[in-house]
């Protein structure tokens, strides 16, 4: 089981990129694309070979080493799956792209579904994983994106059923609109009340030498003010 769970990952890429590849009519776009289904093919049977004949192929096992093991396999897998998890995901988003700006009605309407589900899964990673990684993030921060991302992490598999059953299909331009809305709404608002609290509370401090209550009390406030106006001001 341990070494199945070592080369499982390439397959699951493959049809991940395959499903992406095919979606929403079953086909690709062109004739002109097969030779991205059969990169992603190679790329599937390249990984799986490099894994499954790699001596460090039993993640999780400590020192016990694969059995089947090649030397210098280990290092091809490397290669292959750095190259799966990023080349295709970036060519398969462009086809996607691509088929965006051909299709009209129904069609159009799957797409930007799918397009939405695949946004709200990237901003959980990013905010759980990507930025805490990247930047000395509060603690509060780290928990508040791995909230998010487990909210967001059936948004593919959710938006894919809904445009192919075609329930609520056309609510998605709302859904986007809101989404546009109130996610620049929060994060202006954010910057402002933590903005304010920084300038009011340097403020306090060269006039009174310590900090003061006062600083968040009056970002509150500014915010309870600003709230309705930037609402209207971003939705227009």
């Known amino acids: 089981m341990a070494w199945i769970s070592s080369w499982i990952l390439p397959p699951i890429i493959g049809l991940q990129v395959f499903a992406f590849l095919l979606f929403p009519t079953g086909r690709l776009p062109s004739i002109g694309w097969r030779w991205l289904a059969w990169l992603t093919l190679a790329c599937v049977v ?3 070979a490099s894994s499954a004949f790699s001596l460090g192929a039993n993640a999780g096992l400590g020192p016990i080493q694969n059995p089947l093991g090649i030397k210098g396999f ?3 897998y490397g290669v292959v799956l750095s190259f799966m998890s990023t080349v295709l995901y970036v060519l398969v988003a462009s086809l996607l792209f691509v088929r965006l700006r051909r299709a009209n009605g129904v069609e159009r309407q799957q797409i930007k579904w799918f397009a939405y589900g695949a946004g709200a899964t990237i901003s959980g990673i990013t905010l759980a994983y990507v930025i805490p990684n990247t930047i000395d993030a509060p603690p509060w921060f780290e928990r508040a994106g791995y909230v998010v991302l487990i909210a967001t992490t059936a948004a593919i598999p959710v ?6 059953l075609r329930y609520r299909l056309y609510d998605i331009d709302l859904i986007i609109n809101r989404t546009l809305v109130y996610g620049s709404l929060t994060a202006t608002l954010v910057a402002l ?3 304010g609290i920084v300038v009011l509370q340097r403020g306090f401090v060269l006039l009174t030498g310590q900090q ?3 600083a968040v009390v009056a970002s509150t406030l500014l915010i309870a003010a600003l709230f309705s106006p930037l609402r209207r001001r971003i939705q227009s």
């Open 159 to 164: 938006s894919i059923g809904i445009a192919i």
């Open 212 to 214: 003061s209550t006062l």
């Open 193 to 195: 009340y933590f903005g």
């Open 46 to 48: 390249v990984g799986v």
């Open 74 to 76: 280990s290092s091809i």
